[in-house]
């Protein structure tokens, strides 16, 4: 964490780190990590073999490896993974969908998670206690989950609970946490009556969080909570912010009190970089191009949007959409080079005219891949994520309650 002497802000290092791998999109592949280990961000410590060889040589290892272990390991990959990762991955999925993956996945020994730490924790929960789960680099976090630590979730919660009666009809607060978040802010959720969500079924949450209580705790995107907040109906008078780095989060107990929906003060580092002015200069180039963007934008880029939704729901708009169809999409760069890629009958860029990856899901370097299969081959587990068992028993019922929702 880095200090603000001035207002005293923790900004996470994964913050600062984002744009690290930003470039103008002319040369954008996969290096040797010794190349990559410039770009001047955190990354996992791992044998020096591993620095110098080429992509095409590990592209051939990982080949042979995955060949040798066969049905034994399941290769997880998140959409927002390098192509030089996907292509070895046996599942694709937004984190939704990999994580009922996960729960389905009986007959693999071994989860590898091509993604990032929550992401791993929670197949570690869903999974079986058979099961072991791999992240291939331990230092692809996610820089909005650092916004919400557990033990700032742990203070909000209980500055909130010495605020409200505990004798009212519904309970005050629901706690609700997008899927970006520690074991441990699931468990608290699970342990008060409260949900997981994820960009594909906040508004279910929502309906769920709102049968059982009077307002929700929303933990840690502001712009997917303010956003699901607006689509139901909610005004903006009755959203608060949640500041972490003040008592009662710099509220009143009033505007507590009076609140529908406390949004804590989080967002993601991809998606808050498109902007109007990205859509307007769209626009002028082609009055025909369709807006795409995933919730996790700020609300004035969803309002100016055509189309709002998560990255499951980016993919099929963009999967049903007419030959000859432009589409500037607000979300990570590499899956909207994915699409371009496959749908070449329509035209598809992306929103940002700069690229930038996600620098957390970036650090899957193939290498790490390689470095974790050639383990299994030894006999070792290398990165196993592993979760304490009463985080295990809470997250899982929060995880589970979103699991049931209504499609
Ligand atoms: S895209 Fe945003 S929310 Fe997703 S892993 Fe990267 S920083 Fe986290």
Known sequence: MVINHQ????????????????????????????????????WQKIPTRYLKLKPEEIKSSISE??????EKVVILGHHYQREDVIEFSDLQGDSFLLSKLAAETKDAEVIIFCGVHFMAETAEILSSNKQKVILPNMAAGCSMADMASTEEVQRCWKELSDIFDSDSDKQPVIPVTYMNSTASIKSLCGQNNGIVCTSSNAKQAFDWAYD??????????????????????????????????????????DEIINSKIILWK??????????????????????DVNILVHPECTNEVVSKAD??????????????????TSWAIGTEINLVKRLSHTYTDKNIFCLDEMVCPCATMYRVHP???????????????INQISVDDNDQKF???????????PK
């Open 307 to 324: 189309y709002v939704g998560s990255t499951e729901y980016i993919k099929n708009i963009v999967h049903q959409a007419k030959p000859g």
């Open 266 to 287: 989080g967002h993601c580092s991809v998606h808050t970089r498109f902007s109007v002015k990205q859509i307007e200069n769209a626009k002028i180039k082609n009055p």
């Open 212 to 253: 059982r209580g009077e307002r929700i705790l929303f933990v840690p995107d502001q712009h997917l909570g303010r956003n699901t907040a607006k689509d139901y109906g909610i005004k903006e008078s009755e959203m608060v912010i949640w500041d972490p780095y003040k008592k009662n989060g710099g509220l009143s107990v």
């Open 367 to 381: 290498a790490y891949l390689l470095w974790v299969l050639e383990g299994l081959v030894a006999g070792f587990v």
């Open 7 to 42: 207002n005293k802000i923790k900004i996470p290092v994964t913050e600062l780190e984002q744009s690290a791998f930003c470039q103008d999109g002319s040369n954008f592949r996969t290096k040797t990590l010794e190349q990559e280990f410039k770009a001047g961000v955190r």
């Open 395 to 405: 997250s899982k019922l929060s995880l589970q309650r979103m699991l049931d929702l």
């Open 65 to 70: 490896l995955k060949k040798a272990l066969g």
